[in-house]
């Protein structure tokens, strides 16, 4: 890992890669090359400065690091602003360049300047020691004395070599349908992906995909995501002489910043890549976010098997219920219990009750000491629901404070799931929220706190601020100092992050909470393609999944099934207990008893996706960990076809090395080789079948 500057050009040397800047005679910091490593003293910079026609610029054409709108350009740019003498054009030229070292990783700073403005921007880019990720950001300073309003600021904008299309890859989903892998070939035009809505959204997911005839294995591969869960934009163009970009950042959308004098705007992390095949992509992610990104506390911590209530009660909670769930729960090997929404203010249902967080006494008189101590002294730990962003109109904090919730006075403020965003740029609704959940931690054992959010905005008047149209950077920002707070004071929390599933689950989430919440839609079988999508860039082990009762009629699917889906995340239950027989209880104990041998594997181990579920009719996930190789086959079968026989060969193992597993009844022990190149047969009999099988290295 190095960092290189000559004449002007920047070399980043990754473990297999190269990015490369340079200056260009206009002064201007031109991209050069993203790729595979070439000779370093070959990289210089070819720039042409004359126009094509009348049409178009040769900065329209050029390939940038970081673009803002200025001049004749017309295609999406990195930066916007209005200066004071309402020129809204911006013109950048380097000005400098450091490199520091920050805890092992080098940091290259490149200084842009806007000369007559006194605007600097400076460029980031991070490197780790033996990764191929590369931590990109961006920071605007206002060095003069006057008020600049920024209009749009990307944290990257990004160059591909190819003048062929790429493939986009990116989510179609939606709630209960979060992560759902679509492609788009990028042939013309620009495809955006963004949220409006103030979190990041079930539909898109903030971070660009980009390969070409790429499979698990091989094939270009270039990827950046944004660690950020406010609106974002990602905008990836293909313009017409055949050059590939992406634009990464925060929303421009309703959004504009001012900045005043000798004040700087940093804007959020984009995690970049490249690499051949999406399985690469993948791994090299999960690593990366756990060794840098996830919350320091936890992150290499397996994370415990949970049980949270919801489908078993819903708002139906109740001292005496959560206490006999908590007992079966602990019986049957859970380590976490969670009571999630219910237990608070005046909430029977979703009409009331937000903002109100203090113990319903109907359902708990004693408040929560009995059920927390009943649980701790189960030997699990208690773990609670919040919403804290929200509020019902019918709840005495709405009664108390109207004015805290985004509103305009002309305008009736849309009810979605009957209740109201919270202004959280106000620093007295930040305190008090913060207030809330302090409070009921020093009152009462809570280890765990699942942080749920549950509308998007509107009516989004914030008349408090300077300028309202902060409003989208500040809630979010306001959103991690708060769960940042109740970490530093309260150490060993553990936070998850909810919205409504998975509508805040990417990499700025998962910065500040230590795991998320994917999908409400605990049906086993949408379950495979939600977490497949969720594995393609987001870590295994912050994916919390649950074990339910969710058995849609037309296709049963049996327990084995449910938690070999299930255990492909971090195990959690949620069905209703009191309702299971002693077999069922069994199954649960037996499983989640394996799943704490395998547990470290899932979380932490390189996962290879053996099988394309479209061509081979079959998932086949394999985990790769120290001497331990986890494969969970699953099929999700309609037909009755004679082809129920898969032949699976492994990967990641050592060729020499010699595993034992169990085989149809009998314990092998096979070389990594035979397993790797021969492989096994696997039949997998009628539809929904499943099985999971532990390969351990004897030698
Ligand atoms: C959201 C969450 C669920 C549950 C409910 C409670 O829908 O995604 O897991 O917590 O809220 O109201």
Same mark, same amino acid.
């Given at each position: 890992?190095?960092?290189?500057?000559?004449?002007?050009?920047?070399?980043?040397?990754?473990?297999?890669?190269?990015?490369?800047?340079?200056?260009?005679?206009?002064?201007?910091?031109?991209?050069?090359?993203?790729?595979?490593?070439?000779?370093?003293?070959?990289?210089?910079?070819?720039?042409?400065?004359?126009?094509?026609?009348?049409?178009?610029?040769?900065?329209?054409?050029?390939?940038?690091?970081? *673009?803002?709108?200025?001049? #004749?350009?017309?295609?999406?740019?990195?930066?916007?602003?209005?200066?004071?003498?309402?020129?809204?054009?911006?013109?950048?030229?380097?000005?400098? %360049?450091?490199?520091?070292?920050?805890?092992? +990783?080098?940091?290259?700073?490149?200084?842009?300047?806007?000369? !007559?403005?006194?605007?600097?921007?400076?460029?980031?880019?991070?490197?780790?020691?033996?990764?191929?990720?590369?931590?990109?950001?961006?920071?605007?300073?206002?060095?003069?004395?006057?008020?600049?309003? =920024?209009?749009?600021?990307?944290?990257?904008?990004?160059? %591909?070599?190819?003048?062929?299309?790429?493939?986009?890859?990116?989510?179609?989903?939606?709630?209960?349908?979060? %992560?759902? /892998?679509?492609?788009?070939?990028?042939?013309?035009? &620009?495809?955006?992906?963004?949220?409006?809505?103030?979190?990041?959204?079930?539909?898109?997911? @903030?971070?660009?995909?980009?390969?070409?005839?790429?499979?698990?294995?091989?094939?270009?591969?270039?990827?950046?995501?944004? #660690?950020?869960?406010?609106?974002?934009?990602?905008?990836?163009?293909?313009?017409?002489?055949?050059?590939?970009?992406?634009?990464?950042?925060?929303?421009?959308?309703?959004?504009?910043?001012?900045?005043? +004098?000798?004040?700087?705007?940093?804007?959020?992390?984009?995690?970049?890549?490249? &690499?051949?095949?999406?399985?690469?992509?993948?791994? =090299?992610?999960?690593?990366?976010?756990?060794?840098?990104?996830? !919350?320091?506390?936890?992150?290499?911590?397996?994370?415990?098997?949970?049980?949270?209530?919801?489908?078993?009660?819903?708002?139906?909670?109740?001292?005496?219920?959560?206490?006999?769930?908590?007992?079966?729960?602990?019986?049957?090997?859970?380590?976490?219990?969670?009571?999630?929404?219910?237990?608070?203010?005046?909430?029977?249902?979703?009409? +009331?009750?937000?903002?109100?967080?203090?113990?319903?006494?109907?359902?708990?008189?004693?408040?929560?000491?009995?059920?927390?101590? /009943?649980?701790?002294?189960?030997?699990?730990?208690?773990?609670?629901?919040?919403? !804290?962003?929200?509020?019902?109109?019918?709840?005495?904090?709405?009664?108390?404070? @109207?004015?805290?919730?985004?509103?305009?006075?002309?305008?009736?403020?849309?009810?979605?799931?009957?209740?109201?965003?919270?202004?959280?740029?106000?620093?007295?609704?930040?305190?008090? &929220?913060?207030?809330?959940?302090?409070?009921?931690?020093?009152?009462?054992?809570?280890?765990?706190?699942?942080?749920?959010?549950?509308?998007?905005?509107?009516?989004?008047? +914030?008349?408090?601020?300077?300028?309202?149209?902060?409003?989208?950077?500040?809630?979010?920002?306001?959103?991690?100092?708060?769960?940042?707070?109740?970490?530093?004071?309260?150490?060993?929390?553990?936070?998850?992050?909810?919205?409504?599933?998975?509508?805040? #689950?990417?990499?700025?989430?998962?910065?500040?909470?230590?795991?998320?919440?994917?999908?409400?839609?605990?049906?086993?079988?949408?379950?495979?393609?939600?977490?497949?999508?969720?594995? =393609?860039?987001?870590?295994?082990?912050?994916?919390?999944?649950?074990?339910?009762?969710?058995?849609?009629?037309?296709?049963?699917?049996?327990?084995?099934?449910?938690?070999?889906?299930?255990?492909?995340?971090?195990?959690?239950?949620?069905?209703? =207990?009191?309702?299971?027989?002693?077999?069922? $209880?069994?199954?649960?104990?037996?499983?989640?008893?394996?799943?704490?041998?395998?547990?470290?594997?899932?979380?932490?181990?390189?996962?290879?996706?053996?099988?394309?579920?479209?061509?081979?009719?079959?998932?086949?996930?394999?985990?790769?960990?120290?001497?331990?190789?986890? $494969?969970? *086959?699953?099929?999700?079968?309609?037909?009755?076809?004679?082809?129920?026989?898969?032949?699976?060969?492994?990967?990641?193992?050592?060729?020499?090395?010699?595993?034992?597993?169990?085989?149809?009844?009998?314990? /092998?022990?096979?070389?990594?080789?035979?397993?790797?190149?021969?492989?096994?047969?696997?039949?997998?009999?009628?539809?929904?079948?499943?099985?999971?099988?532990?390969?351990?290295?004897?030698?």
């Amino acid at each position: 890992m190095i960092i290189l500057e000559r004449d002007g050009i920047f070399i980043l040397e990754t473990e297999n890669t190269h990015y490369v800047m340079g200056v260009n005679c206009q002064g201007e910091l031109n991209h050069l090359h993203w790729g595979k490593k070439c000779n370093i003293d070959d990289y210089f910079v070819n720039y042409k400065p004359w126009e094509r026609s009348s049409n178009h610029s040769a900065r329209d054409f050029a390939k940038t690091e970081y *673009l803002p709108y200025g001049g #004749a350009v017309y295609r999406p740019v990195a930066l916007t602003c209005t200066y004071p003498d309402k020129c809204r054009e911006v013109m950048l030229t380097y000005k400098d %360049f450091n490199i520091t070292e920050d805890d092992g +990783a080098f940091v290259l700073e490149i200084i842009l300047e806007d000369k !007559p403005y006194k605007l600097e921007v400076s460029l980031f880019y991070k490197l780790q020691e033996n990764t191929d990720i590369i931590e990109r950001w961006s920071a605007i300073r206002n060095c003069s004395d006057s008020l600049v309003t =920024l209009g749009k600021i990307a944290s990257g904008e990004f160059n %591909f070599p190819s003048k062929r299309p790429y493939t986009s890859t990116n989510f179609n989903g939606t709630w209960l349908a979060e %992560f759902r /892998k679509e492609e788009t070939v990028v042939k013309n035009g &620009v495809l955006t992906y963004e949220s409006r809505k103030g979190g990041s959204d079930h539909t898109v997911s @903030p971070f660009f995909v980009l390969s070409q005839n790429a499979d698990e294995q091989q094939g270009d591969v270039f990827f950046g995501a944004l #660690a950020w869960s406010g609106n974002f934009k990602v905008e990836v163009s293909r313009d017409c002489v055949g050059v590939t970009r992406a634009v990464i950042g925060i929303n421009d959308f309703d959004f504009s910043y001012n900045l005043h +004098a000798g004040e700087e705007f940093t804007a959020p992390s984009v995690y970049c890549g490249y &690499v051949q095949g999406f399985g690469k992509m993948s791994n =090299l992610m999960n690593d990366y976010a756990v060794e840098y990104i996830l !919350p320091k506390s936890f992150a290499k911590e397996p994370l415990p098997v949970l049980y949270n209530s919801w489908e078993a009660t819903w708002f139906d909670v109740s001292c005496e219920g959560q206490q006999k769930l908590a007992e079966i729960a602990a019986d049957l090997g859970v380590e976490l219990f969670v009571m999630d929404d219910g237990w608070f203010g005046s909430r029977k249902d979703d009409h +009331a009750g937000l903002g109100d967080w203090y113990v319903n006494k109907e359902k708990f008189p004693e408040g929560l000491k009995p059920l927390i101590d /009943k649980v701790t002294s189960l030997g699990m730990k208690f773990g609670l629901w919040f919403e !804290p962003e929200m509020v019902n109109p019918d709840s005495d904090l709405y009664r108390a404070h @109207p004015e805290w919730a985004y509103h305009y006075d002309t305008r009736t403020s849309t009810r979605l799931r009957d209740q109201l965003v919270l202004n959280l740029t106000r620093e007295d609704v930040q305190q008090h &929220v913060f207030s809330c959940m302090d409070d009921m931690l020093n009152e009462y054992d809570i280890s765990y706190i699942k942080w749920d959010m549950n509308r998007c905005y509107s009516e989004t008047g +914030a008349e408090n601020l300077e300028n309202p149209q902060e409003l989208w950077y500040r809630h979010t920002k306001a959103v991690y100092e708060i769960a940042d707070r109740l970490k530093a004071k309260h150490p060993g929390l553990q936070i998850e992050c909810c919205a409504s599933g998975g509508g805040r #689950a990417d990499l700025g989430a998962l910065s500040h909470f230590d795991m998320v919440w994917t999908s409400d839609d605990t049906d086993p079988i949408d379950r495979l393609e939600i977490q497949e999508g969720f594995s =393609l860039i987001y870590p295994t082990k912050s994916m919390r999944a649950w074990v339910t009762d969710t058995n849609r009629g037309s296709r049963p699917n049996d327990w084995d099934f449910r938690f070999n889906v299930t255990m492909q995340g971090s195990l959690s239950i949620g069905g209703n =207990l009191l309702k299971y027989d002693e077999r069922e $209880l069994e199954i649960h104990k037996k499983y989640i008893a394996l799943y704490k041998e395998i547990r470290e594997t899932v979380q932490f181990g390189a996962l290879h996706r053996l099988a394309n579920f479209a061509q081979d009719s079959i998932y086949a996930n394999e985990y790769v960990y120290g001497n331990q190789c986890v $494969l969970f *086959l699953c099929t999700d079968v309609t037909t009755f076809f004679n082809d129920k026989f898969y032949r699976i060969t492994l990967a990641g193992l050592e060729e020499d090395a010699l595993y034992k597993f169990e085989y149809e009844g009998e314990e /092998k022990v096979l070389s990594g080789a035979y397993l790797m190149n021969v492989g096994l047969d696997y039949e997998m009999g009628s539809s929904l079948q499943s099985k999971i099988i532990v390969f351990e290295k004897v030698q």
